[in-house]
């Protein structure tokens, strides 16, 4: 690896668990020069390399109402265009969170989240399934995160060690 | 009732940690940066193979030396990371950890009054350990104004005809310190010169960030000279699982065996099975871990270079050893203060010998939140203490 490369991959991993790190700080703790941070952190925003910063919340926690689904979709690829297409006309769904193109028994697993369990079978029934393309649907509700993202919600870890050892 | 407690013993003088140890856990919620210990668990697939070990109903005895797959395993190791041959599960004996390796090895080569060269500030077990093997520590004082690291000079002072081992602590605990290559080359003089065997414990060599940790072991006529310490608890975040080993010649690690197998059997069986895990398939946490620290290395050393705070600048380990001489307070006093004041806990100096004196041992086995909150309470102390001077 090249040395920007090199740092590239150095801030990626520090960022993608700690979107709110400090410049300064980091650039401290990977012992190279602020700026150089800052104007590689710049140029992958542009190259979409990094896509955006967001917060990883635990909305049960919250008296928010939300439902999140997995929904495994069996679709017919079209001629010159595979998956792209009718991907696209899914993603474009407010509701629609994630969509990923999978391998295995179904096509693209779409992630979404609604208010109510009805809200989500709304969805998938008239939205989904209404599709042209989508031959059919499986539709996984999540009853509790555990993980997410590299990150553990469901327990707290507290350090156990002795105070002080040699 | 007469005396029940042997002369050596009760001469023994109780560990300095120990004491502080003590009045720190009197404290209620005081932030410790006192743990020598990686703040890391022990990556779940090596847990993982652990549980499955008992599972299997794997709770038997291994051979005295240990599990003979992971014997080969550590020969591989050493060879991948450090450049040196064992040939043989003959040059390998698994202990409960490199404190045994330690204590049985010095009790394998040792003759009353025979001489050990011990480097200070290190860890706290070397002259304990020559002593009760019948042996007499002699102290090389390392200094700061050479990053802690052994000279020639430094060793050749001390050298009597009655001196037969070098101890080695690198990277060393407390203060970080690590010997490259060169000085490694000049002191290997001293040892070629004087006969000296070395009991290099590298306990800390994966965790060296200046290059590529260098074993004595690995320099010419060393390994037939050298007992090589080394151990699963800092590179794997294991330290629970009590795991070490000892590598070198065959006529030393069978005696250190024929102790071990009278004394301590064999080491336990599920860490073996654990370690051999670790050793396939771990080099990937090490780097992590190794990252880690790295960062948490640099973030100190500046934070101290911007408060003032005198530190030379360690490459191994996970300790820094700052300076506090300009305060005119003993390591002890002033660690009692910053507790007492702060509910920050550091390790006087003078826990790893009396040359520790003026300076603090401070892990950086903690989450970078932690070290800023402690650092934070640091300065304000560091701040008033000057403000008062």
Redesign the interface.
Known sequence: MDEITELRMKILKAIEHEGRVDLK?LA????VDETDVANEMADMEKEGIICGYQTLIDWDKTDAQIVTALIEVRVTPQRGQGFDVIAERIYKYAEVDSVYLISGGFDLMVIMEGRTLKEVSTFVTDKLSALDSVLSCATHFILRKYKVNGTILAKR?E?E?????? | MREPIAKKVSEMKP?G?RK??DI??EMKD?I?L????P?F?TPWHIRDEGIYSLEKGRTFYTSNSGLKELRHEICEYIRRHYNVNYTGEKDVLITVGGSEAIDIGLRAVLDPGDEVVIPQPS???YEPCTIMAGGVPVIVELKEENEFRLTADDLEKVITPRTKVLILPFPN?PTGAIMERSDLESIREVILKHDLLVMSDEIYSELSYKGDHVTIASLPDMQERTILINGFSKAFAMTGWRLGYALGPQRIIEQMTKIHQYCIMCAPTNSQYAALEALRHGDQDVAQMKEAY???R??LM?EFHRIGLKCFEPYGAFYVFPSIKEFGMTSDEFAVKLLEAKKV?V?PGT?FGSCGEGFLRISYAYS?ENLKIALERIEEFIMELRGRA
């Open positions: 700080e401290i703790r990977l012992g870890y350090d060690r002795m105070l002080i050892t040699p | 560990s940690i502080f140890f720190v856990s005081a410790s006192g743990v020598g210990e703040d668990d860890y706290v077990s605990n790295n960062e948490r640099r973030f500046h806990a390790v826990a970078i």
